[in-house]
């Protein structure tokens, strides 16, 4: 009897105060939400200062190198790419036996007015 009386009075509190109930969930849920916000922005924020504090100690040290006269300093990590034995001018000019049906290769250089409105 008394279990019973138990779930009629609990059933009458939600009934009568279920706004508030609702209210102080969405409170809880808001400030949980604003919190994960505000965590992942902080993570974000950090991550951000950890790749530019990275930026600035490799331009630090390239800069080092220039001025030491080192050539990685002026390429840094990327250095240009060397042709081996093949000079840069021989590139894309072969006999017309190898054409063959396709055009021949530009390796890298732009043919003319490629991605531009021509006159």
Do not use: S
């Amino acid at each position: 009897m008394w279990a019973f009386l138990a779930v009629l009075i609990g059933v009458a509190l939600v009934v009568k105060f279920w706004p508030v109930i609702v209210g102080v969930v969405g409170v809880i849920v808001a400030v949980d939400w604003g919190r994960r916000v505000v965590d992942r922005h902080a993570d974000r924020v950090a991550a951000e200062r950890r790749r530019v504090a990275g930026l600035v100690a490799r331009a630090n040290r390239e800069h080092k190198w220039v001025l030491a006269g080192d050539p990685r300093g002026t390429y840094g990590e990327f250095p240009p790419a060397t042709y081996g034995e093949f000079p840069p001018a021989t590139y894309g000019e072969f006999p017309p036996a190898t054409y063959g049906e396709f055009p021949p290769a530009t390796y890298g250089r732009v043919p003319p007015c490629h991605n531009v409105i021509c006159a």
